[in-house]
C-alpha cells in the first residue's frame, strides 16, 4: 500500500551532537518532501522541505537529503539544543493523479540531553 | 501564527452526541485539510478539499462528514460520538492541492468525549 515508515521511533541524543531521522516511501512518482515539528500539544509546523529535482537541502543546523532511486529521504539535525526536542514527521505526496494526499510518516520523538 | 484558524480550541462532550469542528484557512488558500491525532499517535488524514470540492478521502469514518464553503471555510461534523474519538483535531491549508506546497496548521481543536 501507499505508506511512509519512519525510523527511528524515539531518539535521544547528547547536546551537541547530531541526530539523523530516515523515512521511506512507496510511490517513485512522488516529488514533495517535507518535515514538520510538533512540540507537546502544539500545531505541527514545517521546518524544511525538499523538492524531487535536487538531492540535498540545508538551512543552518538542519539539512535534508534525498535519494530518489532508493526512494529515502533523511532529515539531518547537527549541534543539537534542548530547544530542538519535540516529535518530527516526515511526510510525502502519495496516490494517484488528482487523488494525491500527503501522507505522514510515524513520528520520532527526540529528546536531547543537557 | 500559522494563518489557520480553528475553533473551538477545545470541546467536551458526551458520547452519542455531534459536534462541529470549524477551520478558516490562510488567506489565497484553496485547499483545506483535516487530520486526527489521537494521543501520543501520528497524524492520520481525513479529508481534503480544494476551491469548494472534495478532492482526496483518508480513513473518515462514516459517522464524520466535512464540506468546504463557497469563502473556503471548512467544518468537520462528528456525529454518534465514541470514547475512541476523542483527539486532537487539526485543520491545515495550502495553496495549491498539495502536490507540491507546504501545508499550515491550525492550532488544533482538543476534543474529550465523556
Known amino acids: 500500500g501507499e505508506n511512509v515508515e519512519q525510523h527511528p521511533s524515539t531518539l535521544s541524543v547528547q547536546e551537541g551532537d547530531s541526530a539523523v531521522i530516515k523515512c521511506t516511501y512507496s510511490d517513485s512518482a512522488s516529488n514533495y518532501f517535507p518535515w514538520y515539528k510538533q512540540e507537546l500539544g502544539k500545531r505541527p509546523q514545517l521546518i524544511i522541505d525538499?523538492?524531487?529535482?535536487?538531492g540535498e537541502k540545508k538551512d543552518q543546523r538542519i539539512a535534508v537529503t534525498l535519494n530518489k532511486t532508493a526512494k529515502h529521504f533523511s532529515l539531518h539535525i547537527t549541534e543539537t539544543q534542548p530547544e530542538d526536542s519535540a516529535v518530527y514527521f516526515c511526510a510525502a505526496v502519495l496516490g494517484d493523479f488528482g487523488n494525491e494526499k500527503l501522507t505522514f510518516g510515524t513520528g520520532t520523538r527526540l529528546t536531547i540531553i543537557p | 501564527d500559522s494563518g489557520v484558524t480553528q475553533t473551538p480550541k477545545h470541546l467536551i462532550t458526551a458520547t452519542g452526541q455531534r459536534v462541529t469542528l470549524r477551520c478558516s484557512p490562510r488567506?489565497?488558500?484553496?485547499?483545506v485539510y483535516w487530520y486526527q491525532q489521537s494521543l501520543d499517535q501520528g497524524l492520520q488524514f481525513l479529508i481534503q478539499y480544494y476551491n469548494g470540492e472534495e478532492r482526496a478521502k483518508g480513513n473518515i469514518l462514516e459517522r464524520f462528514s466535512a464540506q468546504q464553503f463557497p469563502d473556503l471555510h471548512s467544518e468537520l461534523n462528528l456525529s454518534s460520538l465514541e470514547l475512541g474519538d476523542s483527539a486532537l483535531y487539526f485543520c491545515?491549508?495550502?495553496?495549491?492541492?498539495?502536490?507540491?506546497?507546504?501545508?499550515?496548521f491550525g492550532n488544533g481543536t482538543r476534543l474529550t468525549v465523556t
Open positions: 491545515a491549508s495550502s495553496e495549491g492541492t498539495g502536490r507540491n506546497s507546504p501545508l499550515h
Open positions: 488567506s489565497g488558500d484553496l485547499s
Open positions: 525538499i523538492r524531487s529535482n535536487v
